[in-house]
């Protein structure tokens, strides 16, 4: 059974979203990082880019397999995880803290999202 | 439905992850990749390769048999001693690498890629059916019913002989005990009264051992290995460590750096072609090629810090301006030892030297990396495997 904060929400493609002063803090979910297992690479998006929700906006690579991540939101990156990519095992051991990826000013409010719950997007995994 | 080693109930109480590999279901990793990684360069690791292939050839002939077909020279071979060689067609590409071991006057002993069992077999038994002195040679598959375990790392050597409790030298044994055995050798031992062969030997680049069982024993041996190895470090590995072990090393992966396209010759593998012996399948070409230099050659190279991990399949180009395409990687991986991106690729002769820089092209992106001498692990200084003799 994977952790899932009660507190966030979720994508579909396992990026969790945590509203913090106006800005959307993004990363990927416990039962993600297990999936991909040992973490050895992250790639970010540019600070300044503007993202539309469901763009492929970063890479997470483990030993086997490259995965892309996916703007949970629309929105304008205002900061990245700047100590992450020479920490990539952050990733695996605190998904949903040190192991964040990057910010956003989210585009529209937080109502007209399609973002999960914690528990519906717990039912997806299982 | 995916063949199952007799380890499989053993992987899965590990907690194993599962993966297809070759037609059957293995563990790719218990503890995680870069943990089992480490353990194996730093303590010991134990890995089910029960999948893998077993063919005897025995008879008057055998030798002169395999010598027709395998490039290697088994006239080097004592009791006891085995050898790296490779299955060419007639075209010197290669069809499979292999190990071959005397294990007596006229016996000899090949363990062979999962993936190539029924190719190699076919082609060995239709090369058997060619050749004049078949009535010399017996072949025998053994694949079914013998299953097989490699324990590697530096601590192995501490404990592997108190895997089998008592004195368990056979008549015909090498060396009273497995530690005895230099690299390369092979002999058997008794494991409770059944003939198990040892040999020491890898793919990991570290000390250690193949130990190849009937299946009835594996789980016992398998148990024990980690019962006695445990305290000095031993963990369950799989192929995901494997791999990237092995690609450390610049040894090659049949399907990767070594194909029906590819040449012993073109791959660096020089050494383990028998130049003096009679005729074998393939020699022609390679003669020619070791004569005239080939076109292309397999490198080893590493790209610059920070760069992504490499994989198998992106492009290498060269390096500087128009960057042109040079070929493919072969294998890639993060190198766990060593931190950066690191690979293996066929490209023009020209570009093969150690030093040159390439590119190598990540998501459309291009990379700076620089052709090294292989292998590219080194062990540290002081740490030295047992001499082959």
Same mark, same amino acid.
């Given at each position: 059974?994977?952790?899932?904060?009660?507190?966030?929400?979720?994508?579909?493609?396992?990026?969790?979203v945590?509203l913090?002063?106006g800005?959307a803090v993004?990363?990927i979910?416990?039962?993600?990082?297990?999936?991909?297992t040992?973490?050895?690479?992250?790639?970010?998006?540019?600070?300044g880019?503007?993202?539309?929700?469901?763009?492929?906006?970063?890479v997470?690579?483990?030993?086997?397999?490259?995965?892309?991540?996916?703007?949970?939101?629309s929105?304008e990156v205002?900061?990245?995880?700047?100590?992450?990519?020479?920490?990539?095992?952050?990733?695996?051991?605190?998904?949903?803290?040190?192991g964040?990826?990057f910010?956003?000013?989210?585009?529209?409010p937080?109502?007209a999202?399609?973002?999960l719950?914690?528990?519906?997007?717990e039912?997806?995994?299982? | 439905?995916?063949? &199952?080693t007799?380890?499989?109930?053993?992987?899965?109480?590990?907690?194993?992850?599962l993966?297809?590999?070759?037609?059957?279901?293995m563990?790719?990793?218990?503890?995680g990749?870069?943990?089992?990684?480490k353990t194996?360069?730093q303590?010991?690791?134990?890995?089910?390769?029960?999948?893998?292939g077993?063919?005897?050839?025995?008879?008057s002939?055998?030798?002169?048999?395999?010598?027709?077909?395998?490039?290697?020279?088994? &006239?080097?071979?004592?009791?006891?001693?085995?050898?790296?060689?490779?299955?060419?067609?007639r075209?010197?590409g290669?069809?499979?690498?292999l190990?071959?071991?005397?294990?007596?006057?006229?016996?000899?002993?090949?363990?062979?890629?999962?993936?190539?069992?029924?190719v190699?077999?076919a082609w060995?038994?239709?090369?058997?059916?060619?050749?004049?002195?078949?009535?010399?040679?017996?072949?025998?598959?053994a694949?079914?019913?013998?299953s097989? $375990?490699a324990?590697?790392?530096?601590?192995v050597?501490?404990?592997i002989?108190?895997?089998?409790?008592?004195?368990?030298?056979?008549?015909?044994?090498?060396?009273?005990?497995?530690?005895e055995l230099?690299?390369?050798?092979?002999?058997?031992?008794?494991?409770?009264?059944?003939?198990v062969?040892f040999?020491?030997?890898?793919?990991?680049?570290?000390?250690g051992f193949?130990?190849?069982?009937?299946n009835? $024993?594996?789980?016992?041996v398998?148990?024990?290995?980690?019962?006695?190895?445990?305290?000095? #470090?031993l963990?369950?590995?799989?192929l995901?460590?494997?791999?990237?072990?092995?690609t450390?090393?610049?040894?090659?992966?049949y399907?990767?750096?070594?194909?029906e396209?590819?040449?012993?010759?073109?791959?660096?593998?020089?050494v383990? $072609?028998?130049?003096d012996?009679?005729?074998?399948c393939?020699?022609?070409?390679?003669?020619?090629?070791r004569?005239?230099?080939?076109k292309?050659?397999?490198?080893?190279?590493? $790209?610059a810090?920070?760069a992504?991990?490499? &994989?198998?399949?992106?492009?290498v180009?060269?390096?500087? #301006?128009? #960057?042109?395409?040079?070929?493919?990687t072969t294998s890639?991986t993060m190198?766990?030892?060593?931190?950066?991106g690191?690979?293996?690729?066929?490209?023009?002769?020209e570009?093969?030297e150690?030093g040159?820089p390439?590119m190598?092209?990540?998501r459309? &992106?291009?990379?700076p990396?620089?052709?090294?001498?292989?292998?590219?692990?080194?062990?540290?200084?002081?740490t030295?495997?047992p001499?082959?003799v």
């Amino acid at each position: 059974m994977s952790n899932v904060p009660r507190d966030l929400r979720y994508a579909k493609s396992h990026e969790w979203v945590r509203l913090s002063e106006g800005l959307a803090v993004v990363g990927i979910s416990d039962h993600a990082q297990h999936e991909l297992t040992d973490v050895v690479f992250v790639e970010l998006p540019a600070v300044g880019r503007n993202l539309r929700a469901g763009e492929a906006c970063a890479v997470v690579e483990s030993v086997k397999t490259a995965s892309d991540i996916y703007a949970p939101i629309s929105g304008e990156v205002v900061e990245v995880n700047a100590a992450l990519p020479a920490n990539p095992g952050w990733v695996n051991t605190a998904p949903y803290g040190e192991g964040w990826f990057f910010k956003l000013r989210p585009a529209a409010p937080p109502e007209a999202d399609s973002l999960l719950s914690a528990e519906q997007y717990e039912s997806q995994v299982g | 439905m995916l063949k &199952r080693t007799p380890l499989f109930e053993a992987h899965r109480r590990l907690g194993a992850r599962l993966v297809e590999f070759g037609g059957w279901e293995m563990p790719i990793q218990y503890t995680g990749i870069l943990d089992e990684h480490k353990t194996v360069r730093q303590a010991a690791g134990v890995f089910d390769i029960s999948h893998m292939g077993e063919a005897f050839v025995r008879g008057s002939a055998a030798e002169d048999f395999l010598n027709t077909v395998l490039t290697n020279d088994l &006239r080097k071979l004592g009791v006891g001693q085995g050898q790296y060689t490779l299955l060419c067609n007639r075209a010197g590409g290669v069809i499979d690498d292999l190990f071959a071991y005397r294990t007596g006057p006229l016996d000899f002993l090949l363990i062979i890629n999962a993936s190539r069992v029924d190719v190699d077999l076919a082609w060995l038994t239709a090369r058997l059916l060619e050749y004049p002195g078949r009535d010399e040679v017996q072949m025998t598959d053994a694949t079914d019913r013998l299953s097989a $375990v490699a324990v590697q790392g530096p601590k192995v050597v501490e404990f592997i002989d108190a895997v089998f409790p008592g004195s368990f030298a056979m008549e015909d044994s090498l060396a009273t005990r497995p530690s005895e055995l230099k690299r390369n050798r092979i002999s058997v031992f008794s494991f409770a009264g059944t003939p198990v062969w040892f040999a020491r030997t890898g793919y990991t680049g570290e000390d250690g051992f193949e130990i190849v069982a009937p299946n009835a $024993v594996v789980n016992e041996v398998w148990e024990r290995l980690l019962s006695v190895g445990t305290p000095y #470090g031993l963990k369950p590995c799989g192929l995901g460590a494997r791999d990237t072990l092995r690609t450390e090393m610049c040894f090659p992966l049949y399907g990767h750096e070594l194909s029906e396209e590819t040449t012993p010759v073109e791959a660096g593998l020089e050494v383990f $072609v028998g130049w003096d012996k009679a005729d074998f399948c393939g020699r022609q070409t390679l003669v020619a090629q070791r004569a005239e230099g080939t076109k292309r050659r397999l490198i080893a190279f590493r $790209v610059a810090a920070g760069a992504p991990p490499l &994989r198998e399949h992106y492009r290498v180009l060269a390096d500087g #301006g128009d #960057g042109t395409p040079l070929g493919e990687t072969t294998s890639g991986t993060m190198s766990p030892s060593l931190g950066v991106g690191i690979g293996m690729a066929y490209v023009p002769v020209e570009f093969a030297e150690p030093g040159r820089p390439l590119m190598i092209e990540v998501r459309g &992106r291009r990379y700076p990396a620089e052709v090294v001498k292989k292998p590219l692990y080194r062990r540290p200084v002081g740490t030295v495997p047992p001499k082959p003799v």
